[in-house]
């Protein structure tokens, strides 16, 4: 008698075709490889929408005080401070503009001048002549500066651009946040959902703390030296405030970055301006570093001073200049997220939010 051909259990893998299980995991790895590309492509996109959810925090921020202590509804508290910065930022325009205009196109013809006072200075210097030499020939700076003047107008244009487009959506998102929160969070699976509300509420605060931080930071390191360039009689002190303000931003980077115009101008105007501009630029370092940090800003959101020099040099390398700009508040969603969703979620550790100033909502 025949035996009956060997049938296999339908659980058997036929031969030749994946089993069930690693097709699916092969499918949820190019799923993961397409995102990845994507983001990559829209990154730039992506750090503009994190702007407009920075501007949505400061505008929540600045009006939820207003808000509790006049008992008044949040659609209104946020109107009256968008009216209010508003006026405040016309005002400021009406009655500085003018002068800080000035005193920044004065700027820009005083850094010609600047420049090339160096260059003489340098080649009586043999390192100085080598380093000329050496500028020289990569590029020689008239050529330079044609070839880069319509690239800086295009990328000016551009950052314009992008900044009333980063200010008007964050508008929305400040005035209709619970849409744009529950639209995100839907697409976490739901017995996650909880945890990751929690988890953005506590990136939430952290991320407002730090904004006000740094707003206080920028007002008092640009009126700081602005008086004291004011003083040392070093000319357009206040476009150079301006500029040490908004570079204040940046952490290590920017408030470099806004000293070199200011102690190339100061040297040309003798030693003696020079010396003292370093000494204004310096004083308003330690200031920030002794004064501001620890005692009004003690309150706020702050990483530590390393993670955050890291942060800006690899979020410079990965995502260019929108990436230094950013690199921060990135670095502090980041801490967060690996703080809760790894150090606790996954770890077990303790919850301590102490280092960042982070207070659990609904606490005093």
């Not at 035996?3 to 092969?26: D, F, N, T, Y």
């Not at 010609?112 to 500028?135: E, K, S």
């Not at 930071?217 to 303000?245: D, I, N």
């Not at 980077?253 to 115009?261: F, K, N």
């Amino acid at each position: 008698m025949a035996e009956a051909p060997h049938i296999g259990s339908p659980s058997e893998p036929r031969r030749g075709r994946l089993p069930v299980g690693a097709a699916r995991r092969l499918v949820a790895i190019g799923l993961i490889l397409a995102l990845a590309a994507l983001v990559l492509a829209l990154i730039d996109v992506l750090l503009l929408a994190f702007g407009a959810v920075l501007v949505a925090l400061l505008l929540d921020a600045l009006s939820e005080p207003l808000a509790a202590r006049l008992r008044m509804p949040r659609p209104i508290a946020l109107t009256a401070v968008t009216m209010a910065i508003m006026l405040a930022s016309a005002a400021g325009v009406w009655t500085f503009g003018r002068e800080a205009l000035d005193q920044l196109r004065t700027l820009a013809e005083l850094l010609p001048r600047a420049w090339a006072q160096a260059q003489t200075a340098m080649a009586a210097d043999p390192l100085g002549r080598l380093a000329l030499g050496q500028l020289n020939a990569v590029k020689a700076p008239d050529e330079l500066l044609l070839r880069l003047a319509p690239q800086f107008t295009a990328d000016l244009a551009t950052g314009v651009a992008s900044a009333i487009i980063v200010a008007f959506a964050g508008l929305y998102l400040a005035f209709h946040p619970q849409t744009y929160l529950r639209g995100a969070i839907s697409l976490v699976p739901r017995s996650a959902r909880p945890r990751a509300r929690e988890v953005v509420t506590t990136m939430n605060h952290a991320l407002r703390r730090w904004l006000l931080g740094q707003l206080v930071s920028m007002a008092l390191v640009g009126a700081t030296t602005t008086l004291g360039l004011w003083l040392a009689g070093v000319p357009t002190p206040l476009g150079l405030g301006l500029l040490a303000g908004v570079g204040q931003f940046v952490p290590v980077v920017g408030p470099m970055a806004a000293a070199l115009p200011g102690l190339t101008i100061a040297l040309t105007q003798g030693t003696d301006t020079f010396i003292w501009a370093g000494i204004v630029y310096l004083g308003a370092a330690q200031i920030e570093a002794n004064l501001i940090t620890p005692l009004v800003l003690r309150q706020m959101a702050q990483l530590p001073m390393a993670l955050t020099l890291f942060a800006v040099l690899a979020m410079g390398l990965l995502l260019g200049p929108l990436g230094v700009l950013f690199a921060t508040p990135l670095a502090l969603v980041a801490y967060v997220a690996v703080k809760m969703l790894y150090v606790e979620g996954f770890l077990g550790g303790p919850a301590d939010d102490a280092d960042l100033g982070v207070q659990e909502p609904g606490s005093a």
